[in-house]
């Protein structure tokens, strides 16, 4: 019964506190990342209702095809709808740390560094959909010159967000404007998102000279990964290695790290900062771990000779520190009486950060 308490606690907190962070984004010079940012979540709710309704043989209504829209279902491979659905949430979720990051950072400027962002970003995830529905591959495709077109319009676009995602991060490790469990985690999860604009880099790299010739261990992989289509080899898969793992496993260790800041801004909790640096840990042993095994070739919890519980003891260890302080967080409000002054805490955090940027900005518009 307490738990439940205190889960509707929290989700009631959770709700005010979204509702008071949307209303300020559409006045702050961020506002350019909630105009990508919802749309590219509608974008993806979009997908994933029809690739499932696909999937279970809905047809458009008033139909002549007798056809699903999302035709064929499939889910991996280079032209299945995995690619518009991930980009979707994925760059959604990045959009909103990134509108974090620059808003507690002063070292550039928050209009340019949210314009730089957006828009380029917008244009990738646009190629990407446009690929998806042209039933073309949007990775790596140079077949026709509408596809080296959009390619190259996508890679332009990853570039541009890279740039901002490293000016951010500059930003806030040079000169922030955030204090106390916020700082540690924008440290931390910048850091880690650009290790993996580093690894995407990487990925870019190994897929156009990287490639040698077949390997007989990447064959099953590779026809796996790409639906049938290419057995190895192929840019999806490194030995025994999804490649895109090491990618993905840093990319989003910001949202998540503010979200248990966000949680853990309790002012008679001394521990709290500890729990954020121990998750922060967790995302640091999942980072590494994740580029080890690509560069060996190996599976992510698996490896060889000596070192065989090696990757997987980082696994559960990561994992488990990830975990923990997030359970420490979710408990640390009880007795819900004493809940109270944390909120006005966290509300004071927030508008100190804002407050600061906000003379930041006054200073360099003057």
């Not at 949307?22 to 029809?50: C, D, N, Q, R, Y």
């Not at 090491?246 to 790290?257: D, I, K, N, Q, S």
């Not at 007795?335 to 006005?344: F, H, I, K, T, Y």
Request: proline content about 6%; glycine content about 8%.
């Amino acid at each position: 019964m307490a738990a439940f308490r205190l889960l509707r606690w929290w989700l009631r907190r959770l709700a005010e506190d979204s509702r008071r962070f949307l209303t300020l984004w559409k006045s702050e010079p961020e506002w350019p990342l909630l105009a990508v940012g919802i749309p590219f979540f509608l974008s993806f709710l979009l997908h994933w209702l029809g690739f499932r309704l696909a999937l279970h043989g809905f047809t458009v209504p008033f139909s002549s095809s007798q056809e699903p829209l999302f035709q064929p279902p499939s889910w991996e491979g280079r032209v299945g709808w995995r690619k518009p659905l991930v980009f979707g949430i994925s760059n959604a979720m990045v959009a909103c740390s990134l509108k974090e990051a620059i808003r507690c950072q002063g070292l550039f400027s928050r209009k340019l560094l949210s314009h730089l962002a957006a828009w380029p970003t917008a244009v990738e995830v646009a190629a990407i959909t446009v690929q998806a529905w042209r039933g073309h591959a949007s990775h790596f495709n140079n077949a026709t010159p509408v596809d080296a077109c959009l390619y190259t319009v996508k890679l332009c676009g990853v570039c541009l967000l890279g740039a901002a995602c490293v000016a951010a991060t500059l930003g806030v490790l040079m000169k922030p404007m955030a204090a106390g469990v916020k700082a540690v985690a924008l440290h931390h999860g910048m850091l880690l998102l650009c290790v993996s604009v580093a690894v995407g880099v990487g990925q870019v790299i190994y897929g156009h000279f990287g490639l040698g010739g077949p390997r007989e261990d990447e064959e099953d992989l590779c026809r796996w990964a790409t639906a049938g289509t290419s057995g190895s080899p192929c840019y999806e898969i490194h030995g025994h290695a999804i490649v895109k793992l090491a990618h993905f496993l840093p990319l989003h260790a910001t949202e998540v790290l503010l979200l248990l800041a966000w949680s853990a801004s309790q002012p008679s909790k001394p521990l709290m900062p500890r729990m954020v640096r121990l998750a922060a840990a967790g995302f640091w042993g999942l980072a590494l771990l994740g580029i080890l095994q690509v560069l060996r070739g190996a599976e992510l919890s698996r490896g060889a000779e000596l070192t065989q519980r090696f990757p997987l003891t980082v696994l559960v260890l990561s994992m488990a520190c990830i975990i923990s302080a997030f359970l420490a967080a979710f408990v640390a409000p009880w007795p819900l009486d004493d809940a109270v002054p944390a909120l006005a805490a966290v509300k004071t955090a927030t508008t100190t950060c804002r407050s600061r940027s906000s003379r930041h900005a006054m200073v360099e518009a003057s």
